[in-house]
């Protein structure tokens, strides 16, 4: 027979902490707070399996549910010497949710059930408080109506009504009499909603409660907030069942809820609110102000109503011990429940308690300090995408705020300041100190400058590995992008939504962590990177195999990345090397010129340029190792478009400007994602390679000569899908390798490898690895061109792909385990087998996304890479891999 309910009470519990899945987290932390002896009512737990069973089944129960209900309920009635329904000597039980992992506030719950017009007046001679029963069973009428039977709360008017008509101000003046009076008036508002009385059967009260909390797990609130948490909508619910105690019965009488620890700074201090007299309803309801546990609770926080440390000093000191029975034994920050009860106090919750990124930290590493869990425990509690609050300025959570729009959250952190629409603007503005936030449809390598000067950018087309994205990213400025809802007009320079339009210089604020664009300046915190986050970043280090690099192709990014702990670079895009204005034009060159000559001159220019970069990448990045990536230009990105520019490109090459805008129309492309870019352009212009490995070489062997340190150059050709193209462009770049160390009389170790982007090279992977030495995973391309779906466009439609749930996740963020996935296991697979020990690696976007690099952990990867503001994530997530490899090795 199955067990469908596990009661916990005098006998001791049948359930116990591990059975959250089954019990849920309220049940489980109930049946263990009873295991360690601390007061919990009597009650019992039906498994989130009744609740499968009751989605399955019609929303029916199975057979053996109501006898198992009936023994656990005779149970508590035992325990308690009381019984459910009886006038003389009543039970009153609670009905609440409790999911595997918590829901705050989603779902239903019903306090004081059992009550009705004669069972009220055996709780008032058995409490002796008439006042206190008419209370609770009014409350019980409020809220099953609205719970269970889907009334709309009119019930809080009839109160106002009552207190004008008795003339009284407060609640509390209400007497028994008002209440008897009210709960009538609740009653006979049901009857009238409803077409039928209110169920005065306890019985019928019980299943009735019991099918609502089942039920709420679909109500809508529910299914979005565990779409928005990735919580399986199989998981189900349980229904906890207990005794009521009661925290409303007079002065001696108090509910509370407290964290054992402070969630906001993860201080070591009990922090809590209670209210004297109160349902635990009342607490966070916000009816009444609540009161602060302890003195120093109340100082902080400048309130004038007296602490629990003040009021019950008794219930205080029981509860500290309760804290470090807790913490001792669950060896987390937990987050309580708790009614006083006649001056006794009684436990109704324990959980892990929710925190800030901050507070998580400070507490893994002080409980780490206090010999409570290992450095890989504190590891692998630490949620790695919740670092990115701790690396960029963060909106400050007290402030108000008004959303303009919505875009995708491309690049995170908070940034304020007067919308500019051109990246010239952006500069000026910024150089004279103003916080600027550069608005554009979307944004092109001239803009880069402009990106730099910004406090943050705002896009409304592209999506997470559009250009302003990966920028952004890189640059660690904040970035919504594809705010679709948003209508930009250069002419008028303004941006609108629905009715609201906002001029250039008026100010917006962009959160590039959530994607919300609001009006007005909003105030924001500014990160600490020292510290408990030092520490930790620390102990990740120690358990992660993978190693951690980062894309970057500026000597500032390549400095932030060692700051963040990168271990070399994994990407270093040399056409982002282009982006200034001062090189811009000499590249232009090399792309528009006709013949090998005209790009030879511009390709003459570059070349000291490109030289000075790479060696001082080399120089940052010393004792690492440095991939560099050979051009790889979509062409739409540096044709001229504008009349501006035909004319500075005419004056440029000395060519008249229609002869300039011809060529712009030759070379445009219809689809330059997959037109004439990466390695084709080293197959049809050498020239171009020749150069880059001409720069990459000569700067290697300078600094060899100036550090006498060996710089590792790791050279990586783009977009290769044959082998063929492979072994050509190899050829070349070992020819001038040779050239360059000869002249140069020294030799530097190198390795010429390959970027696996395309799915025939995936496929081909074998053959490749005989000539490459090392490959590095381009995902945003292979999931580009694996789905068939552009990088650019791709948004329009993503987010209803989401809902429907035919994405689980933007494939551009977290990789497609299934499809692009098995891709690149066997790639690697086919790689290895050709060549033992092939250097292996990913530099997609996907490289800094947790979910990701424990793919990437799974598929036997050498490193991550990843932009430098998500290195810690990657170092963090890396370390969880290795913990979760580690621990599913054990168990073979
Ligand atoms: C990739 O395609 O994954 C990649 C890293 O290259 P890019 O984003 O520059 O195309
Ligand atoms: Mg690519």
Same mark, same amino acid.
């Given at each position: ?452 000067? &910004?406090? =943050? %950018?705002?896009?409304? @087309? ?6 302003? #994205?990966?920028?952004?990213?890189? *640059?660690? $400025? ?87 702990? &990168?271990? =070399? %670079?994994?990407?270093? @895009? ?6 200034? #204005?001062?090189?811009?034009?000499? *590249?232009? $060159? ?102 880059? #490995? ?199």
């Amino acid at each position: 027979m199955t067990k469908w309910v596990y009661g916990f009470g005098d006998d001791g519990a049948e359930g116990h902490a591990e059975m959250k899945n089954l019990l849920g987290g309220k049940g489980a932390g109930l049946a263990e707070m009873n295991h360690l002896g601390l007061p919990v009512p009597p009650g019992f737990t039906i498994t989130t399996e009744a609740c499968g069973y009751f989605y399955a089944h019609d929303r029916s129960y199975p057979a053996e549910l109501r006898e198992q209900v009936e023994c656990a309920l005779a149970g508590i009635e035992r325990s308690l010497g009381a019984r459910f329904g009886d006038p003389d000597n009543p039970l009153l039980v609670s009905v609440r949710s409790g999911a595997r992992v918590s829901m705050p506030g989603m779902m239903d719950t019903v306090l004081n059930l059992g009550l009705n017009d004669r069972v009220v007046e055996g709780l008032a001679r058995k409490s002796g408080d008439e006042r206190f029963a008419y209370d609770s069973y009014r409350r019980f009428i409020q809220m099953y109506g609205q719970v269970v039977l889907g009334i709309e709360n009119h019930f809080e008017e009839l109160i106002e009504n009552h207190k004008l008509d008795s003339g009284v101000l407060l609640d509390t003046d209400l007497s028994a009499d008002d209440w008897r009076i009210l709960a009538a008036g609740f009653k006979d508002l049901v009857a009238e909603e409803l077409g039928r009385p209110f169920p005065e059967d306890p019985q019928e009260q019980l299943w009735g409660a019991i099918g609502a909390v089942f039920s709420s797990w679909m109500n809508p609130r529910a299914v979005t907030y565990r779409r928005l948490h990735d919580i399986p909508g199989d998981w189900g619910t349980a229904v906890n069942v207990q005794a009521m105690v009661f925290g409303n019965m007079g002065a001696d009488c108090a509910t509370g809820v407290a964290f054992t620890r402070n969630p906001s700074t993860g201080a070591n201090e009990f922090y809590g609110e209670y209210l004297v007299n109160a349902q635990g309803e009342d607490v966070v309801a916000g009816i009444r102000t609540p009161q602060h546990l302890t003195i120093a609770g109340k100082q902080a926080n400048k309130s004038a109503l007296p602490a629990m440390e003040e009021v019950m000093p008794e219930i205080l000191a029981e509860l500290y011990a309760v804290r470090r029975t807790l913490e001792d034994h669950y060896r987390d920050m937990q987050d309580i429940e708790f009614t006083v009860q006649r001056g006794r106090l009684w436990m109704l919750q324990t959980r892990s308690g929710k925190r800030t990124a901050q507070a998580a930290l400070k507490i893994g590493v002080s409980l780490v300090e206090e010999g409570l869990i290992t450095r890989e425990e504190a590891v692998g509690r630490i949620d790695p995408a919740s670092l990115d609050q701790l690396l960029h300025p963060t909106l400050d959570p007290k402030a108000k705020t008004t959303i303009l729009a919505r875009g995708l959250p491309a690049s995170p952190g908070a940034a304020s300041g007067e919308i500019v629409f051109t990246a010239e603007e952006a500069e000026s503005r910024a150089s004279r100190g103003e916080a600027v936030i550069l608005v554009r449809i979307e944004t092109s390598p001239e803009d880069i400058h402009g990106m730099h000067a &910004a406090k =943050g %950018i705002l896009t409304t @087309r592209g999506g997470m590995t559009s250009h302003a #994205a990966v920028v952004a990213r890189g *640059m660690g $400025r904040p970035c919504v992008a594809g705010a679709g809802d948003l209508r930009v007009d250069y002419a008028e320079q303004t941006i609108g939504s629905r009715n609201i339009v906002v001029r250039a210089g008026e100010i917006v604020t962009i959160d590039g962590s959530t994607g919300e664009v609001m009006l007005g300046a909003v105030p924001t915190i500014q990160p600490e990177l020292s510290g408990d986050f030092a520490t930790l970043m620390g102990w990740t280090d120690t358990v992660r195999r993978m190693k951690v690099r980062a894309n970057a192709e500026t000597a500032a990014d390549a400095r932030m990345a060692r700051r963040f702990g &990168a271990e =070399g %670079i994994g990407l270093s @895009r040399t056409e982002h090397m282009f982006f200034q #204005a001062d090189r811009i034009g000499a *590249m232009r $060159r090399v792309i528009m010129a006709e013949d090998e000559t005209g790009r030879r001159a511009g390709l003459a220019q570059l070349l000291p340029m490109q030289r000075e970069d790479f060696a001082e990448i080399f120089r940052i990045m010393k004792g690492f190792p440095v991939t560099i990536r050979l051009l790889d230009p979509p062409l739409h990105e540096f044709l001229p478009k504008t009349p501006d520019e035909f004319v500075e490109m005419a004056r440029l090459t000395g060519k008249d400007v229609d002869a300039v805008r011809h060529r712009a129309l030759v070379l445009h492309e219809v689809n330059p994602m997959l037109g004439h870019r990466g390695c084709r352009l080293g197959i049809t212009y050498p020239e171009i390679y020749e150069m880059q #490995a001409a720069a990459i070489f000569e700067a290697a062997v300078l600094v060899t000569k100036e550090t006498g340190e060996a710089v590792e150059p790791e050279i990586m050709v783009p977009l290769v899908a044959t082998r063929k193209e492979f072994d050509i462009l190899k050829a070349i770049i070992v020819r001038v390798g040779e050239e360059v160390m000869k002249r140069a009389g020294i030799r530097v170790p190198y390795l010429v490898g390959t970027m696996i982007e395309l799915p025939r090279a995936a496929l081909r992977a074998g053959e490749i690895a005989e000539s490459a030495e090392f490959f590095s995973f381009g995902t945003n391309d292979l999931t580009q061109t694996v789905f068939g779906l552009s990088r650019d466009d791709a948004t329009s439609f993503a987010g209803a792909y989401q809902r429907l749930g035919i994405f689980e996740h933007d494939p551009f963020v977290t990789l497609d385990v299934d499809g692009v996935g098995e891709l690149v296991r066997l790639a690697a697979e086919r790689g290895r087998a050709a060549r033992p020990g092939l250097k292996l690696g990913i530099c997609g976007e996907h490289g800094g996304d947790p979910a990701s690099v424990a793919f990437c952990q799974s598929v036997g990867l050498d490193y991550v890479s990843c932009s430098p503001f998500r290195i810690p994530i990657a170092r963090l997530a890396a370390a969880q891999a290795a913990l979760t490899w580690q621990a599913a090795d054990a168990t073979v």
